[in-house]
């Protein structure tokens, strides 16, 4: 049984492309990121697991300690493996929360790293009221663009050729 090799490619790329991308996403629209705060939800490689090896989340946390910035962060499952991860960093900008509603305390952006279930439909009413410069910069492409610009927030995807969802 050959697999077509193909497939690999486009999910190697897809990693790649959002573990470089979404950061200048994230500086081109917030500028300095010194003091700003990030809720985070999901540390995880990939839902259902406390796998961070290859994780985009690791490198987007050591990218944003190294621009100033906070993160408030949620996973059910890999907060202990990513802290093992990331000992070699200072980790007082990081606050490792109990709950997804827990991260956005605070923060001016939420970052989705991992598409796990309970982050697929969450209440955008709550997010537009709780994050200061309502961005939701969804590196899992897991919300309908116009559904989250509805809720007068502005979505940055990824991979993404057009975004006309920006307000």
Known sequence: AKVDGAIFKAVEERNRVQKTSMMAKI?????????????????????ETDDVREAPSLQMIEQLLAAGAKIRAFDP?????TKIALKHLNLDAIEFVATPNDALEGANALIVMTEWKMFRQPDFRRLASKLADKLVFDGRN??????????????????????????
């Open 27 to 47: 500086t081109d629209r917030m500028g300095d990121l010194a003091g700003k705060t990030f809720a985070m939800w999901g540390l995880a490689f990939k839902p």
């Open 77 to 81: 499952k890999a907060v202990e493996t």
């Open 142 to 167: 897991i919300y309908e663009p116009n559904v989250v610009a509805q809720h007068g927030l502005r979505y940055i995807g990824i991979g993404r050729t057009s975004e006309p969802y920006e307000a």
